[in-house]
C-alpha cells in the first residue's frame, strides 16, 4: 500500500463510540505504514463543543493505539483561515445574505428534498443590495449562501475520485445554495473541512458513507477556491442490532464505557472490524 496522509476529524460534542473507533482506525491504515494519520478536532459550533470531550477523544484514540503529530489543528483556532475563503469567495459574486428562519423557509411551500434537507427556495436570492445593506444595518442575523447557479458556471462540470466506486460526476447543485458561514459562526462545515483538507496536505479523505453526498459540494470549493483535489474513500457505517447507525444523540455505547467495562484496546479493535 502506499503511503498518504490522511485524517480523523471528530467534534468534540460527546464521547466516541465504536463508529468513530471504526472511522479512525480506517484512515490510520489508509496512511500506511510510511504514511501520516493526523487527527483534528472539529470544533466550530461553540454551542455544542466541550473541552472535556476533546481530553476525552486523545485518551481514547492513545488507549485504541493509535498516534499523531502534535500540535492538533483545532478549527476554532483557525477562523481567519476561512474568513480568507469566504472573503475569496464573495469577491467572486458568489456569495449572499440570507435572512430567513427555518420557519420563513417552511412557509414558503414544500420545496424538494436534497441531501442536507430542503433545498433552500431562493428567498432571499433576488433581494436587491440597498435591500440587504438595510437588514444589515438592522441588525437582522443572517447566513451566507453560496449561489450555487453562478459557481457552477465559474467552474463548469468538475468529477472527484471514490478508491472504491472510481470517478463520480459532481452534483452539488443537489444541495442548492448551501449555507457557508452565518453570524455567530464564520464558516461551515462544508468549507472548514474544504479548507483544512488542503491546508493539512490530506491526500486520502476517509469518512463514512453517510458523508459521501457532501463531497459533490466539497468538490466545488475545491474547484473555486483553486485548493488541491484528494481522493476519497467512503467507508461503511458500524450499525446497531436495530440496524441504525450509532450516533451520539442516541447514546450508543462509548469507548470510555467499554473501557470501564473491563474491555481491551484489542476487543475493542475487533468490535469496530480490525484485528
Not at 498518504?4 to 471528530?10: E, I, L
Not at 467495562?261 to 480490525?274: C, D, I, K, T, Y
Request: proline residues 7%; hydrophobic residues 40%; contains cysteine.
Amino acid at each position: 500500500m502506499m503511503s498518504a496522509t490522511t485524517r480523523f476529524a471528530p467534534s468534540p460534542t460527546g464521547l466516541l463510540h465504536l463508529g468513530h473507533a471504526h472511522a479512525a482506525l480506517f484512515a490510520a491504515r489508509e496512511a500506511g505504514a510510511e504514511g501520516s494519520f493526523l487527527l483534528r478536532i472539529e470544533d466550530i459550533d461553540a454551542s455544542r463543543c466541550r473541552e472535556p470531550f476533546v481530553q476525552a477523544i486523545f485518551d481514547d484514540l492513545s488507549w485504541l493505539g493509535l498516534s499523531w503529530p502534535e500540535p492538533v489543528r483545532r478549527q476554532s483556532a483557525h477562523m481567519e483561515d476561512y474568513r480568507a475563503a469566504l472573503a475569496r469567495l464573495d469577491g467572486m459574486g458568489l456569495l449572499y445574505p440570507c435572512f430567513c428562519t427555518r420557519a420563513d423557509i417552511a412557509r414558503a411551500g414544500d420545496a424538494p428534498q436534497g441531501p442536507d434537507g430542503p433545498i433552500y427556495p431562493g428567498i432571499c436570492h433576488s433581494l436587491s443590495v440597498g435591500q440587504r445593506a438595510e437588514r444589515i444595518a438592522q441588525g437582522v442575523p443572517f447566513a451566507l449562501r453560496l449561489d450555487m447557479a453562478r459557481a457552477l458556471a465559474e467552474t463548469g462540470p468538475l468529477s472527484w475520485r471514490d478508491l472504491d466506486q472510481g470517478e463520480i460526476e459532481a452534483r452539488p447543485d443537489d444541495f442548492g445554495d448551501v449555507v457557508l458561514a452565518r453570524k455567530d459562526t464564520p464558516t461551515s462545515y462544508h468549507l472548514a473541512v474544504s479548507v483544512d483538507d488542503a491546508l493539512q496536505g490530506i491526500d486520502i479523505v476517509t469518512r463514512g458513507m453517510d458523508l459521501f453526498p457532501s463531497t459533490h459540494v466539497h468538490r466545488l470549493l475545491q474547484a473555486l477556491l483553486g485548493l488541491p483535489v484528494p481522493v476519497w474513500r467512503h467507508h461503511p457505517l458500524i450499525l446497531d442490532e436495530t440496524g441504525r447507525r450509532l450516533a451520539k444523540r442516541d447514546n450508543a455505547p462509548s469507548l470510555r464505557g467499554l473501557r470501564e467495562q473491563g474491555l481491551s484496546p484489542e476487543q475493542v479493535r475487533r468490535m469496530a472490524g480490525f484485528a
